[in-house]
């Protein structure tokens, strides 16, 4: 009985090893990133669609635009930390910058531009 036990015990702990073997490293470690995101809208609250929104990083030389959505949201994934600025252009607004903005290991850094 007690053999029988001990090879249950021996199979459950190989079948453990062989799936904590296939998991991805991702699954043991921190993604070492952050992001950034928020909403444009204008100076009564109402959300600007398609403003384009970089995020550059001065001290590397990165940079990276997108558009906002239809509600006016933008989101960067997978910034390394450091400080980032943040520039909305739209037509018809004047543009706006955000200096210094911190994104540290797996924070997402919330940032409303209006």
Do not use: C, H
């Amino acid at each position: 009985m007690n053999s029988l036990r001990s090879m249950k015990g021996a199979v459950w702990a190989m079948l453990l090893l062989v799936a904590v073997g296939t998991m991805p490293a991702r699954a043991f470690a921190q993604d070492p990133t952050g992001s950034i995101e928020g909403r444009v809208s204008d100076p009564q609250g109402a959300v600007i669609t398609g403003a384009v929104v970089t995020v550059s990083q001065p001290k590397t030389g990165f940079e990276r635009s997108m558009t906002t959505s239809s509600d006016g949201n933008y989101r960067f994934t997978q910034l390394t930390p450091g400080d980032y600025n943040i520039a909305v252009a739209a037509q018809g607004f004047k543009k706006t910058v955000v200096d210094t903005v911190n994104v540290a290991v797996g924070s997402t850094r919330r940032s409303t531009l209006s």
